[in-house]
């Protein structure tokens, strides 16, 4: 057998022997347990709050996944509806993040003299939290979705540039010495020998934005409301639903590792061997 298959395999007995244990511990209590009629009507339980099990959060998944895209008001949508309105802030501000970083990538990596300019910039903007722009942003955009874009533009850039530039800047001096000796203007030297050189490079840095933009987002839009999974995760919560919330976890974990996958993929493409 191969050792894809067995770990596929292993991977599948750990996840239902960790099911199963969820599932045995959050069983609600047996009849020798339960309180009385008179007690129930009473409303005198004492018996905590428990972590809905497995079986009750597939239930609840069913149901979502059979109509995802139902639309019954501003905080009643499916799934689907809520999946979408993220993946569009998270692709707009990472797409706007891209056009920016990697081109000012490429520049700093082919000049030191831009190195030493802009990196002192860099090392003090690339710490500070995206969502301690928020407040910023909401006082200047006025918008929250538009804010929450550009939450997710400010920790896309950082990845992609750092990557950019280092892809860049380690491209083999040998390969750029012969694209001047064939006499390749400095345009066609960028994109016929350094771009496929420090392509897997660029693509590790998207993958990384990628994952923190997907990660932000979530915060993001819980903190501005309105539609999104994040809202949607704390607006299950207020209504002490936690087959929603554990169901919209498990969503956003699906969704970044898809996202994530997506990205490696064309990671894996554009690899070399030398």
């Known amino acids: 057998m191969s050792l894809n298959f067995r770990a596929g395999v292993l991977s599948l007995v750990i996840l239902f022997l960790l099911l199963g244990i969820w599932e045995a511990l959050n069983q609600p209590p047996d009849a020798s347990k339960a309180l009385s009629e008179f007690e129930l009507l009473m409303g005198g339980s004492d018996q905590e709050a428990r972590v809905p099990p497995p079986s009750s959060v597939l239930k609840h998944a069913y149901d979502e996944l059979s109509n995802p895209f139902y639309d019954a008001g501003p905080n009643d949508k499916g799934i689907g509806i809520q999946i979408a309105y993220s993946i569009?802030?998270?692709?707009?501000?990472?797409?706007?993040?891209?056009?920016?970083?990697?081109?000012?990538?490429?520049?700093?990596?082919?000049?030191?003299?831009?190195?030493?300019?802009?990196?002192?910039?860099?090392?003090?903007?690339?710490?500070?939290?995206?969502l301690a722009w928020m407040p910023l942003a909401l006082f200047i955009?006025?918008?929250?979705?538009?804010?929450?874009?550009?939450?997710?533009?400010?920790?896309?850039?950082?990845?992609?540039?750092i990557n950019t530039a280092f892809g860049v800047a380690s491209v083999r001096t040998d390969w750029v010495r012969v694209a001047q000796t064939h006499e390749?203007?400095?345009?066609?030297?960028?994109?016929?020998?350094?771009l496929p050189a420090a392509a897997p490079t660029i693509l590790t840095g998207m993958r990384i934005s990628i994952g923190i933009a997907w990660l932000v987002i979530v915060a993001a839009e819980m903190l501005v409301g309105g539609t999104g999974i994040g809202y949607y995760v704390w607006n299950e919560w207020n209504n002490l639903d936690l087959n929603s919330v554990i169901f919209s976890i498990l969503m956003i974990g699906v969704v970044g590792m898809i996202l994530d996958f997506a990205l490696g993929t064309v990671a894996k493409i554009v690899q070399y061997e030398e």
């Open 141 to 161: 955009i006025k918008d929250s979705e538009q804010s929450a874009i550009f939450v997710i533009f400010i920790c896309s850039i950082w990845p992609m540039l």
């Open 184 to 194: 390749l203007s400095q345009l066609k030297t960028a994109f016929q020998v350094i």
């Open 88 to 130: 569009y802030r998270v692709l707009l501000g990472y797409f706007a993040a891209a056009l920016i970083a990697i081109p000012l990538g490429f520049v700093i990596g082919m000049s030191p003299l831009m190195y030493r300019a802009l990196n002192p910039f860099i090392q003090v903007l690339r710490p500070i939290s995206p």
